[in-house]
Structures are given as C-alpha cells and as structure tokens.
C-alpha cells in the first residue's frame, strides 16, 4: 500500500460523513449492496437521511406475495424433482425481492459454501440448503457452519455421509478448513485427518441428517494445537475462534462487496475486528462496509466487475423490467453462472475470471437479448420507458444510464461518439434509453460494478 | 517462440485467410512475421481437472501392495490391459494402449513435485505456474506467449482456450491475453443494428492507469479480433464421424479443424473432469478414462490422416494423483504422484519410473519426475525455447520425444 494509504487505513472505515446521498452515491449503494435500484428508487434514496438508506436496505424483509409465489414454484420443482430449474427458481425472486440486500448476501454465501446440484442432483436438499443460508445469512457465522455442516445437500456434495469410523473421508473437513473458515495455510495435513475423525458418523438418514454414534470416532483430536477435542461441533467452535478465521471471512467480504482487487491485509484488520467484536455477526461489518469513506471512495467505485447475475438482474432493476426466468437461466449458464450449479467447491472465482472472449460477446449479446426480447415486460410498458426516465434526448439517454449504471463517469469524448451512435441508430420501437443501454453495453466499462 | 519455422507450405489457407481485409492487423503481424506457418508445432493440453486417480489409471497390478490398499476400487489382474506382468491399463483405455504399442504414446511414470499440495486449488495452481510457492500470477504458457508478445500489435496471443471454464492460469500472461471460447457459435455478435455500430466505432485506448479498465479493455479486443477472424471460418462445424460423441472430442474435433486450416494458435487448452472420486469411484472414473482415451485416440487418429500427425503433442495432466489407500466411500482421497501422458508420433512408450507402493510419505506416493522436466522437455525439444527463463531453473529433460 501506498504511504499516504498506509497513515489512511484505519481512517478509511469511519463512517462517510454526509447526511444525504447523491444520486450516484446512491446507485453505488444500490448496486453494491443488492442490484440496483432504478431512477426513481434513486430519487427517493437521496431525499432520505444516508443511515436510514442503509439500514433500510440491511432489514428490509421479504414481501408476502413472493414468499407464497416462491413456496408454490417450490412445490413444483421438488414434486417432478427438477434441480435444472433451480436456477429459474432463484432468478424469478432476484427480479421480485424487496430484500435485495438479504438475496445478494445468500448468493454470497452459496458461492462460500458451494454446493452443487450436478452432483446433489436432488431438487429437494439444494432447496433446502438455500433456506437454511437464506435464514443464516446475517447470523453469526458459527451457526451457520453448524448448520452447513448438518446439511444433507452439502454432505452428499462432499462425501460427508459416508465419513466412517474406520475408514475417514477427508474431503469435507480439508474444504472446511481451506475454503469455508480458514484458507490455505492456516492448517496441516495432520489437522485434516484430525477434524475428518470428528465429522464421523454425521450422516443422511432419508434425506434427514443423523448422527451415527456407531460410526463416531469418540477418541480425542489434537486439532489446530489444541488437545481433547471429541465432537464435530467442539471442532467447529474452536476452528471459528482462530485468529485466521475472522480474517478470512472478512477478506472474502471485502472481494465480495468492495473490491476485485487484493487489498493490503491491514485494511482487513478492522473488519475482522469488527466481526469478533460482534460474534461473527454479518450484519454489523456489512453496515461497516456500506457505512464507510472507503465504499464510497476510488478503493471501491468501478473495483468491481459484474457477475452475469449481478449483470442480469442489475439491469432489470435498473430499468424497472422483469424477464422469462428460465430463458435468462440458460444464458446466464452461458456467461458462467448457474446458480446452484457452482463450478467446483471453491465457489465462482469472480472478478476477472468471469471474462473471457466468449463471455465477453455473451455479455453484450444478454444486454440486447434482454432489452429485445418480447418476454422482457417493462413497468408501464416499453413506449413509455423514455418518458419515465426523462429522457427527450440521446444525450438524456446516454446521461441517464450513465447515471444508474457506470460505476465512474465517461470521458467527454466516449459521451459524444455514444450519443452519436444512438441519435443514427435509434428505432422508434426501442426508445433512446434502451438504445443507450444497448450502445453502453458494447463498452468495456459497462462490465464495472 | 513462434520464430521457429519447421516447415513452410506455401500457399496454405492461412495466407488466403491472412490476406483477407476482415482479419485485423494483429493476426496479420503474426503471420507477416513469416514465422507462422503450416508446418509449425502445435502443442495440445489436457488437464484432468479434480486429481486423476493415477493408481487406477496405470495399474500395479502385480503388486500385492496395490491389491492390500484396494479392495472397493480395485480393478484386478483379469481386468486391466496388460503392459506387462506389473502393470496394466484401466479397461476403459484401450485407445491409450493401441497407441502406446504404435509408438503414439508415452507414459511418463509418477509424476509430482517436492512437498506435494494436497488442495486442488493450489496444486493447480503450481502445476499451472510452474511455481511451488505463491504468488502463481502467471502461467507457464503464458510466460512463453510473453517471451513473444509484439507490443505494438498487442492482443491475440498464439494461444487457445476451448472450454466453458474460466481462463486458464497455465495461459495467462502479462502482456497478452488469450482468447477463450466455449464454441464457434458463442462468439457470435447478435444483429443488431445499435450493437454491431458501438462495436466497430467504438475501439477505447488502454488507459494504464486501472488494472480492472486496461483488462476489460484488452479482454473487449481479444474477443472482438477472434469474432472477426471466426467469421472467416463460416458456419457451424460439424464433428467428424470418427469422434465420439462426447464433450472432449467435440473440442479436440474443433482443434483439429483449428490446425487443419492453420488457424494460428500453438497452444491449444482443454479440460475434462472432475476426477475428485472421494466417493464411489469405480463407475465415474471408468466414464472418464473412456471419454479421455477415446477423445484422445480420435483425434490423433484424425491428424494422422489428415497428414498433421507430425505437427502435433499433447500432453494429459492432472493436479495430484490420490492416496495409495481408499476411503470408506469406495474412493480415493487426494493424493500426490501419478503418471502423466504425452501423445504424437514416434514416441517412448515410458519415461520415468513407477513409484513404489511400500515406501510411502504421508500414506502417499513419492515423485520420481519433477512435471518441470516435463514442461523443460516439451519447451525444448518441441516448441525450441529455452526453458529456463520460463521455469525460473534448469530442469533435466527426458527422453520422451525421440
């Protein structure tokens, strides 16, 4: 870290000093901490005291319509066993959720704890495993371990279930410690063994987890230096109170919600701080995160690249339009992120691993394909979308997107050709600000978060 | 790298497609070199990706200590192929064994690294960079690409990656970013009229000041440099009869039609797993092993009469073989040393040596051959670069290539 950084670095996690966010503060809030908001989400956020705006977004709860709709789309999924449209499943209530914020941290978390239903290949445990995370998600993080440790979809994922006695299966208990709590380094080859004998006998009974104390190896573990453990949960408390752990969590938030690239550790420090002072809460770091000079600082802005979803779901919210699930499923597979079908146990790597040449067309060509499509439905309809977002000019348009969706202002120049190319291309049937959005798209920057 | 001409056969599709206005200039300046030609050497990667069960690949038949460790998973004197009264193939390898009889195939025998990683990420990682410690910020391919890279021209690497996973490490650079694609279809650019405008107006300057903008950036040419130069190919592409039906020969089919019309690139990528058999092993790993061998078999089959044979090695790794002993799930946990395969014409049928399976680390197999003397032998004795600079030592290298 640079000097000046350096003398910064705790100062950048005091809370932003404002009282009111500016529009563009606001869709960064928006964006980072759920999708996105759109125009006139974002005129009300700036009218409101900034505090409020951020706890508002982090105890919103869900609307009781979409609850029920989800319970029945459940039902289908799990009666014809269906695990390929979990995704669609997932997709319909991102576009619906009034909690935004809460839906975001579950996708986080699904990427920690991966689980994937091409191995699982049940609909039912995939589901439930969503509902345990999505009830977890701002609880303290041992809970959440527990839970995830008893979890029939993640037992099935990682061999758990069939951990016995006499015959240890390493698989869960290495990924536990690498890739849930404490990553690489933190432990030995010897802690693997240890922690893989205190996880035997935890096992899946019809789809119900059950502890098998006939296949429990009760004589005691030395793991990670301390002598006498016995049980999976022992296990579990001690491995999330090591110093490591804390650090580790908060280091994944931080690539999460702030920024794609490494930061110095010591600007991790307080945020792990922050999490042991709280008992492994997630809510209090997360108001940390959204509440500081640093989120709303060059450490944060455009330091992110958009996940498909984010993406996709972004766009919608930013526009006030909702699209066919299933077909937005299958492009999203395409861009590489299926939702319940992580690529491997570590999760999506994120950043700039989402991008390669064929993403990066498939990306511009999802853009048009949403804003195209004829299942695509737009708050008040399509011919009206210019009007609902004040734009009477390509420059009103090219501005307006620029507003709701990059991440930093465009230099003068690329405004000029961008409002170029829309006022010669536009058609009566798109509108400026769809064709905006579609001109932008083509943009490297359009990618930034 | 790419300065090594083998053979120049003049008046190639390449130069037909090199001399079209659609390819950009950076492909131009790759071929106006007058480096790249037909008869330069391709080099094809297959990485097994969850740690390939090296044991049950290349079995121990004749040991009692293979058959002591193994009871669930074990595939027996009755069923292997044999090699000999020690060692056999997996059942599902019959195309490896036909080419190693033809001389198409070298086994190189027990394969790893000092300190042997156990996590898939990181011994990726190593394998990818040639690196035993981090950081792992490039890879070995990459570093060769690098070595090479026209910085005026800058952008389409002569690399290539087939596939739906992220780009690999092994392919990453510094100065250059390599295309990668799912498939020929996926680089279509939708038609419309808004789109196809902002993509050919628009062409932003690298400002050098963003790391995540500069990227973006160059990723947004790469792409567009390698639709262009795709357009020139036509439709969709059909997988030839003798392929099987399957995912890895649908992407081999695709590289050799790739190479038939000298597309450019020397280092093709694909992947095939996972081989993370902790749990009823048996079933799943012979799947794979077929599909590994029949893929691999086709495709060299298919540039033996396409008359390419000579032009063309692939190597088949995989980040870490698996315990000598199974688990209690009828599998196999991760492990370290395991055999790697390198296929061509007018190879060694084996290098190296099996390890043993009484004198154990860990529970684990000990290394006999360093993969960096893999990687120094292809460099050297294939793509005729020095490998030193590029593996950052001196490694020996064997006498696969004869």
Same mark, same amino acid.
């Given at each position: 870290?640079?000097? $000046?950084?350096?003398?910064?670095?705790?100062?950048?996690?005091?809370?932003?000093?404002?009282?009111?966010?500016?529009?563009?503060?606001?869709?960064? #809030?928006?964006?980072?901490?759920?999708?996105?908001?759109?125009?006139?989400?974002?005129?009300?956020?700036?009218?409101?005291?900034?505090?409020?705006?951020?706890?508002?977004?982090?105890?919103?709860?869900?609307?009781?319509? #979409?609850?029920?709709?989800?319970?029945?789309?459940?039902?289908?999924?799990?009666?014809?066993?269906?695990?390929?449209?979990?995704?669609?499943?997932?997709?319909?209530?991102?576009?619906?959720?009034?909690?935004?914020?809460?839906?975001?941290?579950?996708?986080?978390?699904?990427?920690?704890?991966?689980?994937?239903?091409?191995?699982?290949?049940?609909?039912?445990?995939? #589901?439930?495993?969503?509902?345990?995370?999505?009830?977890?998600?701002?609880?303290?993080?041992?809970?959440?371990?527990?839970?995830?440790?008893?979890?029939?979809?993640?037992?099935?994922?990682?061999?758990?279930?069939?951990?016995?006695?006499?015959?240890?299966?390493?698989?869960?208990?290495?990924?536990?410690?690498?890739?849930?709590?404490?990553?690489?380094?933190?432990?030995?080859?010897?802690?693997?063994?240890?922690?893989?004998?205190?996880?035997?006998?935890?096992?899946?009974?019809?789809?119900?987890?059950?502890?098998?104390?006939?296949?429990?190896?009760?004589?005691? *573990?030395?793991?990670?230096?301390?002598?006498?453990?016995?049980?999976?949960?022992?296990?579990?408390?001690?491995?999330?109170?090591?110093?490591?752990?804390?650090? +580790?969590?908060?280091?994944?938030?931080?690539?999460?919600?702030?920024?794609?690239?490494?930061?110095?550790?010591?600007?991790?420090?307080?945020?792990?701080?922050?999490?042991?002072?709280?008992?492994?809460?997630?809510?209090? &770091?997360?108001?940390?995160? +959204?509440?500081?000079?640093?989120?709303?600082?060059?450490?944060?802005?455009?330091?992110?690249?958009?996940?498909?979803?984010?993406?996709?779901?972004?766009?919608?919210?930013?526009?006030?339009?909702?699209?066919?699930?299933?077909?937005?499923?299958?492009?999203?597979?395409?861009?590489?992120?299926?939702?319940?079908?992580?690529?491997?146990?570590?999760?999506?790597?994120?950043?700039?691993?989402?991008?390669?040449?064929?993403?990066?067309?498939?990306?511009?060509?999802?853009?048009?394909?949403?804003?195209?499509?004829?299942?695509?439905?737009?708050?008040?309809?399509?011919?009206?979308?210019?009007?609902? +977002?004040?734009?009477?000019?390509?420059?009103?348009?090219?501005?307006?997107?620029?507003?709701? /969706?990059?991440?930093?202002?465009?230099?003068?120049?690329?405004?000029?050709?961008?409002?170029?190319?829309?006022?010669?291309?536009?058609?009566?049937?798109?509108?400026?600000?769809?064709?905006?959005?579609?001109?932008?798209?083509?943009?490297?920057?359009?990618?930034?978060? | 790298?790419?300065?090594?001409?083998?053979?120049?056969?003049?008046?190639?599709?390449?130069?037909?497609? $090199?001399?079209?206005?659609?390819?950009?200039?950076?492909?131009?300046?790759?071929?106006?070199?007058?480096?790249?030609?037909?008869?330069?050497?391709?080099?094809?990667?297959?990485?097994?990706?969850?740690?390939?069960? =090296?044991?049950?690949?290349?079995?121990?038949?004749?040991?009692?200590?293979?058959?002591?460790?193994?009871?669930?998973?074990?595939?027996?004197?009755?069923?292997?192929? *044999?090699?000999?009264?020690?060692?056999?193939?997996?059942?599902?390898?019959?195309?490896?064994?036909?080419?190693?009889?033809? =001389?198409?195939?070298?086994?190189?025998?027990?394969?790893?690294?000092?300190?042997?990683?156990?996590?898939?990420?990181?011994?990726?990682?190593?394998?990818?960079?040639? #690196?035993?410690?981090?950081?792992?910020?490039?890879?070995?391919?990459?570093?060769?690409?690098?070595?090479?890279?026209?910085?005026?021209?800058?952008?389409?690497?002569?690399?290539?990656?087939?596939?739906?996973?992220?780009?690999?490490?092994?392919?990453?650079?510094?100065?250059?970013?390599?295309?990668?694609?799912?498939?020929?279809?996926?680089?279509?650019?939708? %038609?419309?009229?808004?789109?196809?405008?902002?993509?050919?107006?628009?062409?932003?300057?690298?400002?050098?000041?963003?790391?995540?903008?500069?990227?973006?950036?160059?990723?947004?040419?790469?792409?567009?440099?390698?639709?262009?130069?795709?357009?020139?190919? =036509?439709?969709?592409?059909?997988?030839?009869?003798?392929?099987?039906?399957?995912?890895?020969?649908?992407?081999?089919?695709?590289?050799?039609?790739?190479?038939?019309?000298?597309?450019?690139?020397?280092?093709?990528?694909?992947?095939?797993?996972?081989?993370?058999?902790?749990?009823?092993?048996?079933?799943?790993?012979?799947?794979?092993? %077929?599909?590994?061998?029949?893929?691999?078999?086709?495709?060299?089959?298919?540039?033996?009469?396409?008359?390419?044979?000579?032009? &063309?090695?692939?190597?088949?790794?995989?980040?870490?073989?698996?315990?000598?002993?199974?688990?209690?799930?009828?599998?196999?946990?991760? =492990?370290?040393?395991?055999?790697?395969?390198?296929?061509?014409?007018?190879?060694?049928?084996? $290098?190296?040596?099996?390890?043993?399976?009484?004198?154990?680390?860990?529970?684990?197999?000990?290394?006999?051959?360093?993969?960096?003397?893999?990687?120094?032998?292809?460099?050297?004795? /294939?793509?005729?670069?020095?490998?030193?600079?590029?593996?950052?030592?001196?490694?020996?290298?064997?006498?696969?290539?004869?």
């Amino acid at each position: 870290m640079k000097t $000046a950084t350096r003398v910064l670095a705790k100062d950048l996690w005091l809370p932003y000093e404002t009282d009111r966010l500016t529009p563009r503060e606001a869709a960064h #809030l928006a964006r980072r901490a759920g999708f996105g908001a759109d125009w006139s989400e974002i005129q009300a956020a700036v009218d409101l005291a900034f505090f409020d705006v951020v706890d508002g977004l982090l105890t919103a709860g869900e609307n009781a319509e #979409l609850d029920q709709q989800s319970q029945a789309m459940k039902a289908v999924i799990q009666a014809g066993n269906l695990p390929v449209q979990l995704p669609a499943w997932w997709l319909y209530r991102l576009q619906q959720t009034a909690s935004q914020a809460r839906e975001k941290l579950v996708i986080f978390w699904h990427g920690h704890f991966a689980t994937s239903a091409a191995k699982v290949n049940s609909a039912f445990p995939m #589901l439930a495993q969503n509902e345990t995370i999505r009830q977890f998600a701002l609880e303290p993080f041992e809970q959440m371990v527990i839970a995830i440790s008893r979890d029939p979809a993640m037992l099935l994922y990682l061999d758990s279930a069939t951990n016995r006695r006499n015959n240890p299966n390493e698989n869960y208990a290495r990924e536990l410690m690498e890739l849930f709590c404490l990553g690489i380094g933190n432990y030995t080859e010897h802690d693997v063994r240890e922690l893989s004998r205190a996880f035997t006998g935890w096992e899946i009974v019809r789809g119900q987890f059950t502890f098998n104390q006939f296949q429990h190896d009760p004589t005691p *573990k030395n793991l990670l230096g301390k002598a006498g453990i016995e049980s999976g949960e022992e296990a579990i408390a001690w491995i999330v109170t090591r110093p490591a752990a804390a650090r +580790f969590v908060a280091q994944k938030l931080y690539r999460f919600y702030v920024s794609d690239l490494a930061p110095d550790p010591r600007l991790l420090e307080p945020l792990a701080n922050c999490l042991r002072e709280n008992q492994f809460a997630i809510r209090p &770091v997360l108001r940390m995160i +959204f509440t500081s000079r640093l989120f709303f600082s060059d450490l944060a802005y455009a330091k992110k690249i958009r996940s498909p979803v984010e993406l996709a779901i972004g766009l919608l919210r930013c526009i006030g339009g909702s699209t066919s699930p299933t077909q937005l499923s299958s492009s999203l597979a395409e861009l590489g992120q299926s939702l319940f079908y992580p690529p491997n146990v570590k999760g999506w790597d994120g950043g700039m691993r989402w991008i390669n040449s064929t993403t990066m067309i498939g990306r511009i060509n999802l853009v048009t394909e949403i804003l195209t499509n004829a299942q695509t439905n737009f708050v008040g309809g399509r011919n009206r979308l210019d009007r609902r +977002f004040d734009v009477s000019s390509a420059a009103d348009a090219v501005q307006r997107v620029e507003m709701i /969706w990059c991440a930093q202002p465009l230099e003068d120049s690329h405004r000029r050709k961008l409002i170029d190319i829309v006022e010669r291309t536009v058609t009566r049937r798109d509108g400026k600000l769809l064709c905006a959005f579609k001109a932008l798209a083509t943009t490297a920057e359009f990618q930034l978060g | 790298m790419f300065v090594n001409r083998r053979r120049f056969l003049a008046g190639s599709a390449a130069a037909v497609v $090199a001399s079209t206005s659609v390819v950009p200039r950076i492909w131009g300046a790759a071929n106006r070199r007058a480096t790249r030609s037909a008869g330069d050497r391709v080099l094809v990667v297959i990485q097994l990706s969850g740690g390939n069960d =090296g044991l049950n690949t290349v079995i121990p038949y004749g040991d009692d200590a293979y058959h002591r460790n193994r009871f669930a998973v074990r595939i027996g004197q009755r069923e292997v192929l *044999k090699i000999d009264d020690y060692l056999g193939w997996h059942p599902s390898l019959r195309g490896f064994e036909n080419m190693q009889q033809a =001389g198409n195939l070298c086994v190189v025998q027990g394969v790893g690294y000092p300190n042997p990683n156990r996590s898939h990420f990181e011994s990726m990682d190593i394998w990818h960079s040639a #690196l035993l410690t981090p950081p792992h910020r490039t890879g070995w391919i990459g570093r060769c690409f690098d070595g090479q890279a026209d910085q005026t021209s800058a952008n389409l690497a002569p690399g290539l990656h087939l596939g739906d996973e992220p780009l690999p490490l092994a392919m990453t650079g510094l100065n250059i970013m390599v295309p990668s694609l799912k498939s020929i279809e996926s680089l279509r650019v939708a %038609a419309d009229e808004t789109v196809r405008t902002a993509l050919d107006e628009i062409d932003e300057t690298l400002e050098t000041k963003d790391e995540l903008i500069d990227f973006l950036i160059q990723a947004r040419r790469t792409a567009l440099a390698a639709n262009r130069r795709l357009e020139a190919l =036509g439709g969709a592409q059909d997988v030839p009869r003798v392929y099987p039906r399957t995912e890895l020969a649908r992407k081999l089919a695709l590289v050799s039609k790739l190479i038939g019309i000298d597309f450019g690139p020397r280092v093709y990528y694909v992947s095939l797993g996972s081989f993370d058999t902790h749990s009823q092993q048996a079933n799943a790993h012979a799947a794979l092993l %077929a599909e590994l061998a029949g893929a691999v078999a086709a495709f060299h089959g298919d540039l033996e009469s396409s008359g390419r044979h000579d032009q &063309v090695r692939t190597i088949c790794f995989s980040e870490f073989g698996r315990r000598v002993k199974e688990n209690g799930s009828a599998g196999t946990d991760h =492990g370290t040393a395991a055999p790697l395969f390198v296929a061509g014409s007018n190879l060694a049928k084996t $290098a190296g040596k099996y390890p043993s399976l009484t004198d154990l680390v860990d529970g684990d197999l000990v290394f006999n051959v360093d993969f960096r003397s893999v990687y120094a032998t292809l460099l050297e004795q /294939w793509l005729e670069i020095d490998s030193q600079p590029i593996l950052g030592a001196k490694f020996d290298t064997l006498g696969l290539l004869s």
